[in-house]
Structures are given as C-alpha cells and as structure tokens.
C-alpha cells in the first residue's frame, strides 16, 4: 500500500536550517508529483510546495520562495525539503503529499513537526 | 491569489442530523475543488475531488455540490466518526493552491 513517512523535524532556531525527507513506498515513485503542505499549531493547511514527477517543474509559496527548497530522488524514492533561513512562523507540521492536484486519491504522511525558537 | 472562505467556522450538529458546511472562492475556480477530512492527530483524507466526486472507500453519506465560486459539502447523516475538520481547496488557478481555513463539525 502507498506509504509516505516524513522525518526531520526539530527544533532549530531563527535563521537556522533544517532538511526534512519523506520516503516513499507502495507505489512507482517516479511516475508522480509530490508537494509539501504545511499546518501552524491548531491552524489551517498551508500550500508550501510542488515538485512535477522528473523535478523539471517546481513551485513555490511566496511565503517561503527563497527561503525553501524542494527536491526529489526518484532512485531512492525520496522526497526533500531544504529549509534555509527558518523563522518562527514557519512552525508548523509539515506534510508531504502524493495527488493534491485534483486527483483522484491522495495520500498524506503523519507529518513531521518544525519548531523554530530561540 | 484565490482566496478560499469556509463557513460557519464551527457546526454544532447532534449524530444523525444533516450538516452543510459552505465554501466560497474569490474568483471563479470552475469544479476544481476538492474537500477534505482532518480528525486531531492524523493527517488529511481526501473526501471529494472535481467538487462532487466522492474519492474511493468514502461513504454515500458525504456528497458536494456547486461550481464556479460557492460550493457547499453536505453530511447527510453524522455518525460520530464525522466530527472534525472539514477544509476545501481550489486547484483550478495555481500556483498557489490554497485552502480554505476549515470548518469545524462538533458533536451538539
């Protein structure tokens, strides 16, 4: 069965780094897009990223362009996210995706939390 | 930018009654909307895409309705699995794609 598993996560401070990965498995890896959504403590889901199948098209949130980098492995069945320049509005539990885009299933992983504090 | 307006922000609704839960976009977004379901903890589970498809496995209880600009998710019967949070999302003019801030469903 499909499998999305985030880890990364932690608690880093304001203008530190952080690279979250999220593995993939029950599924051709290589044949989908994939995203990253993002939800603040008791908050709203937040678009944060997109990444095409190949890695040859990639979009951002203003909120984060510059800032994140989305990436993707297709050997490995693996999914990133570079996060550079962290500020504490980006806590949040951080999710990756398979089929947000009107899809007609998507799946989500459990998310891994970022925590940015001094 | 669509912005993606949900309301009430929370429903108050006994098991076995029908909720109706509304979803306004900020400029037209056609049927491309999705709905999905977030209970505390998990992550969330696509309910609806294309605004009134049911995604595979979700009950015949669920069902969505609209297009252009208001879209309304319906529950026409809660079972006490049904209390979460409901969010909508446009998928028509991206990026970005945006959310709705979520609706709610709580047990009367």
């Known amino acids: 069965q499909v499998q999305l598993v985030e880890s990364g996560g932690g608690l880093v401070k304001p203008g530190g780094s952080l690279r979250l990965s999220c593995a993939a498995s029950g599924f051709t890896f290589s044949d989908y897009y994939m995203s990253w959504i993002r939800q603040a403590p008791g908050k709203g889901l937040e678009w944060v990223s997109y990444i095409s199948s190949s890695g040859s098209t990639i979009y951002y949130a203003d909120s984060v362009k510059g800032r994140l980098t989305i990436s993707r492995d297709n050997a490995k069945n693996s999914l990133y996210l570079q996060m550079n320049s962290l500020r504490a509005e980006d806590t949040a539990v951080y999710y990756c995706?398979?089929?947000?885009?009107?899809?007609?299933?998507?799946?989500w992983g459990q998310g891994t939390l970022v925590t940015v504090s001094s | 930018e669509i912005v993606m307006t949900q309301s009430p922000a929370t429903l108050s609704v006994s098991p076995g009654e029908r909720a109706t839960l509304s979803c306004r976009a900020s400029q037209s977004v056609s049927s491309n909307l999705a709905w999905y379901q977030q209970k505390p903890g998990q992550a969330p589970r696509l309910l609806i895409y294309?605004?009134?498809t049911r995604a595979t496995g979700i009950p015949d209880r669920f069902s969505g309705s609209g297009s252009g600009t208001e879209f309304t998710l319906t529950i026409s019967s809660l079972q006490s699995e049904d209390f979460a949070v409901y969010y909508c999302q446009q998928y028509n003019n991206w990026p970005p794609l945006t959310f709705g801030g979520g609706t709610k469903v709580e047990i009367k």
């Open positions: 995706a398979r089929g947000i885009v009107g899809a007609t299933s998507s799946y």
């Open positions: 294309g605004a009134s």
